[in-house]
């Protein structure tokens, strides 16, 4: 079965610091995976996708993905932390079996940026 | 542009109450869902539209009833709800429906706050 499982519930950092937010996934098949953003109060936005062409995804605000299928990772990273980052953030990949149409959602990681 | 739009933003309403979410997009997507968030927890699939058709209901209760009037519009209607349904209420959309085509990432709006009194 798929799963998608992301490795750090909170993660905290200082602002101007690089960010990496976890993510390990199971799956059978060539995944599609993706990172959604969501502040506060506030529906979910798409960061970025993988969906087998290169292995480095570039996403919006400056942060990337690099899918490693070695490691089944597919790590969340940003340079330089900015306030405006804090946010919940969830690793998705898409289910290919089971109730088609499914994405399969980590739990996701609270990132805090601190002064 | 990838919009989709969600009115209201906010609902409350008692548990004899009936309302209506609505969610729209004009991107042409011929996929439209309804997610369920509760606080702290990652959405959770209820409905999937595929071409104005219902094709996932994922065992929701019949408080909950989808309607795709259209292409462009997704309906939740609520009726008799209990306070556990409070909750934040997601609509998505997607170029392909989910089982066919490469166009299945999905957009999401943002949300209707949802408070059972």
């Known amino acids: 079965a798929q799963s998608v499982t992301q490795l750090d519930s909170h993660v905290s950092v200082s602002e101007g610091t690089p960010v990496l937010l976890r993510c390990n996934y199971s799956s059978s098949y060539s995944p599609s995976l993706f990172w959604y953003v969501q502040h506060p109060n506030k529906g979910l936005q798409l960061l970025l996708k993988?969906?087998?062409?290169?292995?480095l995804v570039k996403g919006i605000n400056g942060f990337e993905a690099e899918f490693k299928k070695s490691e089944t990772s597919f790590h969340l990273t940003k340079p330089s932390a900015h306030m405006s980052d804090a946010a919940e953030y969830f690793c998705?990949?898409?289910?290919?079996?089971?109730?088609?149409?499914?994405?399969?959602f980590g739990k996701g990681t609270k990132l805090s940026v601190k002064p | 542009d990838t919009e989709v739009t969600q009115t209201p933003k906010h609902l409350v309403m008692g548990m004899t109450n009936k309302k209506s979410l609505k969610c729209e997009q004009h991107m042409g997507h011929r996929a439209m869902y309804w997610y369920k968030q509760k606080a702290k927890k990652p959405p959770e699939l209820m409905f999937v539209y595929s071409y104005e058709k219902l094709s996932i209901n994922e065992s929701v209760p019949s408080r909950f009833s989808p309607e795709c009037p259209n292409s462009s519009l997704l309906n939740l209607h609520l009726h008799a709800l209990q306070p556990e349904d409070s909750a934040l209420y997601l609509c998505?959309?997607?170029?392909?429906?989910?089982?066919?085509?490469?166009?299945?990432?999905?957009?999401f709006g943002p949300g209707t706050r949802l408070l059972v009194l």
């Open positions: 993988y969906t087998s062409a290169a292995t």
């Open positions: 998505a959309s997607s170029q392909d429906p989910p089982t066919s085509g490469e166009g299945k990432t999905q957009y």
């Open positions: 998705v990949a898409r289910n290919y079996g089971g109730s088609q149409g499914n994405l399969i």
